[in-house]
């Protein structure tokens, strides 16, 4: 893609000036690799440049398909992608898809000791995960015990029940995936200096300071993820099987069109519609219908069980940019919607801050890896 950002600082010729760490996040999708460029100045972090590669051509598809890409293909990729974009630093790291990791919450009895917390872990998580525990890594992480009130921090009698049993959000990860990861690092001479899994650096590079609960969409080319958000922690999380790609294709089975035509007609018109193919918002309508339904069951049931309701969606990925989407969805939800705008967490010339708002939902992901990785 073409990065203005690039040639912007290659003018200034201050790519290499200052002795801030540098770290570029990878996020290597089921249709695109994107990758961001961040370094440190003056304590704030700012943005050196970013881009991104279709895999399409690479598996002999159209841009927009889901792959399955072999290794050396994803090298190929990965190493087109860092040269166009003119990433200038080794320091890297790299996402983990939510399809090779299992994300699930287990409830604990009260008054546990802390250092009895991994092995039980260790016995309870093999209930949820479908493998040999042995070919996953787990790790943990205590959910927060609801807020005390004024009044129950100012009488002791009515603080925290004692009894009352601790959540802990558990994450397992395939190790064949994290394997993988360090391969295309090592064949891409990067140093990789972690692993995480996408929904957590989406998280962290979309949110402020949200303390209520929030119900963040990434709206992915095979799948739509959603992750209840509160306290900054990722309280619960889902998939739906349905993304872009399955738009697309609808599209262009129903009007007997190319892939490549359809997805052309889904970013110009969405779900505004064309005049000339009053079909073609009805196509699009009929899969955010299903995944806007799908969504509603996951929030009924997080409120029957918690019983609490989201006080904000936010809209991120590449699918979030459709047109109309947001429109559609104040249909659906009874909370303020907003799209990403992860690029805002970073500092970058003025000139470019209506590209970057634009494009920001895309690169969510391997911004949230580059922030975390200067941290």
Not at 32 to 38: F, G, L, Q, T, Y
Not at 184 to 201: D, K, Q, R, T, Y
Request: glycine share 6%; net charge negative; hydrophobic share 40%.
């Amino acid at each position: 893609m073409n990065n203005p950002l690039k040639d912007f600082f290659s003018k200034l010729n201050i790519t290499k000036v200052g002795d801030g760490d540098s770290a570029v996040g990878i996020d290597i999708g089921s249709s695109a690799i994107k990758v961001v460029e961040i370094k440190k100045r003056s304590g704030k972090a700012v943005l050196e440049t970013y881009g991104s590669i279709s895999l399409g051509s690479y598996a002999e598809m159209e841009p927009g398909h889901v792959t399955n890409l072999p290794i050396d293909k994803i090298v190929e990729a990965l190493k087109e992608v860092l040269k166009q974009s003119g990433v200038s630093t080794y320091s890297s790291a790299f996402s983990i898809p939510v399809q090779s990791s299992l994300i699930f919450t287990i409830t604990l009895p009260p008054n546990i000791k802390e250092n009895e917390i991994p092995a039980i872990i260790s016995t309870e998580a093999r209930k949820y995960i479908p493998l040999p525990i042995t070919e996953v890594s787990l790790d943990y992480f205590p959910l927060p015990q609801k807020e005390a009130s004024f009044e129950e921090m100012n009488d002791p009698e009515l603080g925290v029940n004692q009894n009352e049993k601790k959540e802990v959000l558990v994450v397992a990860i395939q190790n064949d995936a994290v394997s993988k990861c360090r391969s295309v690092s090592s064949m891409c001479n990067l140093e990789a200096g972690f692993f995480e899994i996408e929904i957590f650096s989406s998280v962290r590079s979309n949110f402020e300071h949200e303390l209520s609960l929030v119900l963040l969409m990434d709206f992915g080319a095979s799948t739509t993820k959603l992750s209840l958000v509160e306290f900054g922690m990722v309280k619960a999380h889902h998939t739906i099987n349905r993304g872009g790609a399955d738009i697309s294709n609808s599209i262009a089975q129903s009007l007997n069109i190319s892939f490549s035509k359809a997805e052309e007609m889904k970013k110009d018109f969405g779900l505004f519609g064309n005049p000339e193919e009053k079909q073609l918002a009805d196509i699009i309508k009929t899969h955010t219908d299903y995944i806007f339904s799908e969504t509603n069951n996951v929030l009924l049931g997080y409120e029957k069980k918690y019983n609490k309701t989201i006080s904000k969606v936010i809209f991120t990925g590449g699918g979030s940019l459709l047109k109309g989407l947001t429109e559609v969805a104040s249909n659906n939800f009874r909370a303020e919607i907003k799209t990403g705008h992860p690029f805002s967490k970073v500092g970058a010339p003025a000139f470019l801050e209506k590209v970057l708002e634009t494009t920001g939902p895309e690169f969510a992901v391997a911004l949230g890896l580059a922030l975390r990785k200067l941290q």
